[in-house]
Every structure is written in structure tokens, then in C-alpha cells.
């Protein structure tokens, strides 16, 4: 089992930047790929950034890439997601997610394990 609690979002300017945390508690974090999921009011959850259990494979969304960077640090058991040029297109709320594999996947329905969300909202 898993359990994973996010934090690290709120409110910013377009333009700016935050950091997503995620903290994951068990012994197998590390065995896990993990990922990055976003919902805006009124559509479907959307995959955000992926990344392998060592971190040596990354995979973003086009609508995010060049902009936010996934990133992870298994000693913590934490996984980030740093999140640069932010627009308004970027307000939801933003899951951590882990799927029972090592390696990268990009569909949500892969996922089994999920956080609470944390809230993103980018003013124009």
C-alpha cells in the first residue's frame, strides 16, 4: 500500500512558478513509477508528467513541456513537480498518482494509487 499526500499549491500570477510536493509513505515507493494528473472544473483528468522508479525516464504532457519538470528523490520518498511559466489554462487541482510498475505510464486508468489533490490557481 501506498498512501500519498500533495502540497505546494495556491494561487500565482501567469508568469510564475510553483513547486508540488508529493510524500508518499511505505516501503515501496521506490519500486514505483510515479505521475502527475490534473482536473479543471467540468473536464476529465488529464495526465500532467510521468516518471520511472529511478528517475531515469521522464514523460510530460505537450501542453506542459518545456514549462514543468518532474523530479523525485526516493530517500524522502517524495516525488516534486516544478511548474515554470505558469498560464491561466494551468488552474485545477493536481492528484499525485502511482502505478504498480517501474517504468513510465501516461493513462490515468494504469494508476491505482492516488493523493487528495492540492489546488493550482494562475490569475491572469
Known amino acids: 500500500q501506498v498512501q500519498l499526500v500533495e502540497s505546494g499549491g495556491g494561487l500565482v500570477q501567469a508568469g510564475g512558478s510553483l513547486r508540488l510536493s508529493c510524500a508518499a509513505s511505505g516501503r515501496t515507493f521506490s519500486s514505483y513509477a510515479m505521475g502527475w494528473f490534473r482536473q479543471a472544473p467540468g473536464k476529465e483528468r488529464e495526465f500532467v508528467a510521468a516518471i520511472s522508479w529511478s528517475g531515469g525516464s521522464t514523460y510530460y504532457a505537450d501542453s506542459v513541456k518545456g514549462r514543468f519538470t518532474i523530479s523525485r528523490v526516493n530517500a524522502k520518498n517524495t516525488v516534486y513537480l516544478q511548474m515554470n511559466s505558469l498560464k491561466p489554462e494551468d488552474t485545477a487541482l493536481y492528484y499525485c498518482?502511482?502505478?504498480?510498475?517501474?517504468?513510465?505510464?501516461?493513462?490515468?486508468?494504469?494508476?491505482?494509487?492516488w493523493g487528495q489533490g492540492t489546488q493550482v490557481t494562475v490569475s491572469s
Open positions: 498518482a502511482a502505478p504498480p510498475r517501474r517504468t513510465v505510464v501516461t493513462t490515468k486508468e494504469a494508476y491505482v494509487y
